[in-house]
């Protein structure tokens, strides 16, 4: 069965700085990830996503993820976080046969310092 | 194109009554799936359906049921609703299946009074 973890439940930055939120996953094969995000009272949006192919992925709002099958993460990383990229974060393992669904981790929620 | 479309955004129920929740997908998708989202269980999988046949099911109570229409529209209910209930219902829909990707609705909030 997939499953999804984020170790991170919190994590704060200052602005400026940058981040990297963590995401392992279990999957018998090589899965579809993604990240999304969630602001307060919203739906997710789609930040990027891995099929497969090259290991790093570009997402939208300057963001980037690595996939490492060897440590079975999907990390995501900025390199300058901006006070608007305060919200959740959730990774997630998608579905490759009609058995599985897309699975969500718990979730990292994300604090910018000015 | 529109994006996916949950009605109505926010509701407030009393113990005991049923509800029923409405997801309009993006058009062309065929896949759509549920989520209940609460502080303390983060996001949980409820059903998915493809075609109008339920291809996946989470592990709730048999009080949490769905249905999808032929234009790939989909509706979830919850009978005899309890305090727990009271959650963010997130609907997703998806181009096929399996659910390979999914985009959100911004969802319906629920309060059990």
């Known amino acids: 069965a997939q499953s999804v973890t984020q170790p991170d439940i919190h994590i704060t930055v200052s602005e400026g700085a940058s981040l990297e939120l963590r995401c392992n996953y279990s999957?018998?094969?090589?899965?579809?990830l993604f990240w999304y995000v969630q602001s307060p009272g919203q739906g997710l949006q789609l930040l990027l996503k891995?099929?497969?192919?090259?290991?790093l992925v570009q997402g939208i709002k300057g963001f980037e993820a690595e996939f490492k099958r060897s440590q079975s993460s999907f990390n995501l990383r900025k390199p300058s976080v901006h006070w608007s990229d305060a919200a959740e974060y959730f990774c997630?393992?998608?579905?490759?046969?009609?058995?599985?669904?897309?699975?969500f981790g718990p979730g990292t929620s994300l604090s910018v310092i000015p | 194109k529109a994006g996916v479309t949950q009605t109505p955004r926010y509701l407030i129920k009393t113990r005991g009554q049923q509800v029923t929740l409405s997801c309009s997908p993006i058009?062309?998708?065929?896949?759509v799936s549920w989520y209940q989202q609460t502080p303390g269980q983060g996001l949980q999988f409820l059903f998915e359906?493809?075609?109008?046949?339920?291809?996946n099911k989470g592990n709730f109570p048999g009080r949490f049921s769905g249905r999808q229409f032929s234009n790939s529209r989909s509706e979830m209910n919850v009978s005899t609703l309890e305090l727990g209930d009271s959650a963010l219902y997130l609907c997703?829909?998806?181009?096929?299946?399996?659910?390979?990707?999914?985009?959100f609705g911004q969802g319906t909030r629920l309060t059990v009074v």
């Open positions: 891995y099929f497969s192919g090259d290991t």
């Open positions: 999957y018998g094969a090589t899965p579809y």
């Open positions: 058009s062309g998708h065929r896949s």
């Open positions: 997630a393992v998608g579905a490759k046969t009609s058995y599985d669904k897309v699975i």
């Open positions: 359906y493809f075609s109008e046949t339920q291809r």
């Open positions: 997703a829909s998806g181009p096929g299946q399996p659910s390979t990707e999914a985009f």
